[in-house]
């Protein structure tokens, strides 16, 4: 089952890191892809430009709006992501653990909805509680 | 099962069906990978019962019948489903045909239990989730129960619960007990459901009192069950503590349901029982040394549970404790409850000093017991006006019956001396 790792951290502190450091979790970010890669896990991964190079795009009524900017103004900002292949959740959250921003800022889990499998992937289920 | 009262199968099924019910189905939760699959399996399993066992007689393991007659219905109803959704086959593939018994039917049945009671606390639920699931699946309570307890309504809990299935279900949450290196995180967050439920049962004291009484039983319980299954030194404190709390349940309201501090507390009404069982558990956990919080809490319930009165306390062991628990789980909580042990071991002004310091950090500014700790030493320091004072700040912020009862007889009492 595949799981996107959505890495969220406050872009501001890779500005203000001394180079040395920012350097070491370079470093650190090769390892764990290319550890993560040999375990076979690797699907995808990119890291993101900051924020004030987003836009923003809408359809409304059939007109195009764009603006400056992410959807929405957080403490922690969308800065890259893994999408990985886990057995189940316990592992895709090892993996996440190990993601070297987890430790400065969080690590989002989503399961990937797999259209091939059962409809009820989606969350829609006539559970009974 | 209506009439089943005078039949004697009938009545054997109901008793098999108290004491086997949550461990049919957490093997069949396994069994099946599904909440709601294993559920409806366990219903049907039960149904075949009261059908058969009159003629057929009863099985010599009634556990196992019913693991492989809930496994046997539910492949049987999948593929007759799949035969109108195409996605249910490889599930059904999956299964197995059905006939020949799983290989592990009957073993690993406590591991089981164990699997449950973690996916249901897995962190990645939201704890008021946790708490419903456990409740529902591990203690087989039903929503309307666990909705009267919660003083929530029915229909909330059962969103609640069918949102975890969900979860569990679309984040593939595995059902597992976790590795040795994730068990500690993960006990943490089972002993904190278990000791949740505890609380909502002991500190509600009005309204539907007799329901969130059976809550705390119910915690008990499942603290036993899950001391039988994984005994480990936290899982034993924390079952010494929940047994040292309720050896004074009687003790701790009065007749009229006012509360009655540990002090005035009539240690006559205490449950030895209770207090000998909890104090042997603590020395338990004491001796594996690698206890943590919970066990340490246990023992300063037990210091207080062989003192023949509160001036008869070895408060200087309890400010011990405290000590070492502080250093376990800083919390200003923990530390408001070391001063309130250092003025019974040093005297009001001592403690009445560590308190205001407590106050004036911030952090326990709106928690109305250190509002009714800091009334109570100026109280005891012959500080009438300041007692006053702080005994209305406490009143502004306490929301339980019991607890502003009793602040307002003390305000009472305060005023009567002062005029």
Redesign the interface.
């Known amino acids: 089952m595949k799981y996107l790792c959505l890495i969220y951290e406050n872009e501001r502190n890779w500005e203000t890191m001394p180079k040395e450091e920012s350097e070491a979790v370079m470093g650190e970010y090769f390892a764990f892809t290319d550890g993560l890669r040999s375990s076979g896990r690797y699907v995808a991964g990119e890291a993101l430009q900051p924020t004030q190079t987003a836009t923003t795009v809408r359809v409304r009524g059939g007109k195009v709006s764009t603006t400056d900017g992410p959807f929405a103004e957080t403490k922690e900002q969308l800065g890259g992501f893994y999408l990985v292949e886990a057995n189940d959740l316990n592992e895709a959250i090892q993996i996440a653990a190990r993601i070297p921003s987890a430790r400065y800022g969080s690590i989002e889990v989503r399961p990937v909805v797999d259209f091939s499998q059962q409809p009820e992937a989606t969350g829609q289920q006539a559970a009974t509680a | 099962m209506a009439e089943g009262a005078a039949n004697p199968v009938h009545e054997t099924v109901a008793a098999v069906f108290r004491a086997e019910s949550r461990r049919v189905l957490a093997t069949l939760i396994r069994l099946l990978g599904d909440?709601?699959l294993a559920?409806?399996a366990l219903q049907d399993a039960f149904t075949a019962a009261v059908e058969r066992w009159p003629a057929d007689g009863v099985p010599s393991n009634p556990r196992a019948w019913l693991v492989s007659t809930g496994r046997f219905k539910a492949i049987d109803q999948l593929r007759r489903r799949a035969k109108f959704d195409a996605?249910?086959t490889s599930?059904v593939e999956r299964l197995g045909d059905g006939v020949t018994p799983a290989p592990d039917v009957d073993d690993g049945v406590e591991d089981d239990r164990l699997r449950l009671i973690f996916t249901c606390c897995?962190p990645?639920l939201p704890p008021d989730a946790q708490v419903a699931l456990t409740l529902?699946e591990v203690c087989g309570l039903t929503?309307e129960e666990i909705a009267r307890a919660f003083l929530a309504s029915a229909p909330t809990?059962?969103?609640r619960?069918?949102r975890a299935?969900?979860k569990i279900?679309?984040?593939?949450?595995?059902y597992?007990v976790?590795e040795r290196a994730?068990l500690p995180e993960r006990l943490a967050t089972v002993l904190h459901v278990i000791y949740l439920v505890f609380n909502e049962g002991y500190s509600a004291s009005s309204g539907a009192s007799l329901t969130r009484h059976d809550l705390s039983a119910e915690a008990i319980r499942l603290g036993r069950l899950l001391v039988e299954l994984l005994p480990e030194p936290e899982a034993v404190g924390l079952l010494a503590l929940m047994l040292l709390h309720e050896s004074r349940r009687h003790a701790r309201t009065s007749a009229a349901g006012d509360l009655v501090l540990l002090d005035e507390q009539d240690r006559s009404l205490w449950n030895r029982a209770q207090i000998a069982e909890g104090t042997a558990l603590v020395e338990q956990a004491l001796g594996s040394r690698r206890f943590g919080p919970y066990t340490l809490q246990a023992a300063i319930a037990a210091v207080h549970a062989e003192a023949p009165s509160a001036a008869a306390t070895d408060w200087a062991q309890i400010v011990g404790l405290y000590d070492v628990l502080l250093r376990a789980e800083p919390s200003p909580v923990v530390e408001l409850n070391r001063a309130v042990a250092v003025a019974m071991r040093d005297g009001p002004l001592a403690g009445l000093r560590l308190v205001d310091a407590i106050l004036a950090r911030g952090e326990l500014a709106d928690y109305h017991l250190a509002h009714t700790a800091q009334a109570d030493l100026c109280r005891r320091s012959g500080r009438t006006d300041d007692a006053i004072a702080s005994f209305e700040r406490a009143l502004s912020l306490a929301r339980q019956e019991p607890e502003r009862r009793f602040i307002e007889r003390r305000l009472a009492q305060l005023r009567a001396h002062r005029d």
């Not at chain 2, 279900?169 to 595995?174: E, Q, S």
């Open positions: 909440f709601d559920e409806e996605s249910l599930l897995h990645a529902r929503t809990l059962a969103q619960i069918v299935k969900g279900k679309a984040a593939r949450i595995p597992q976790p994730d």
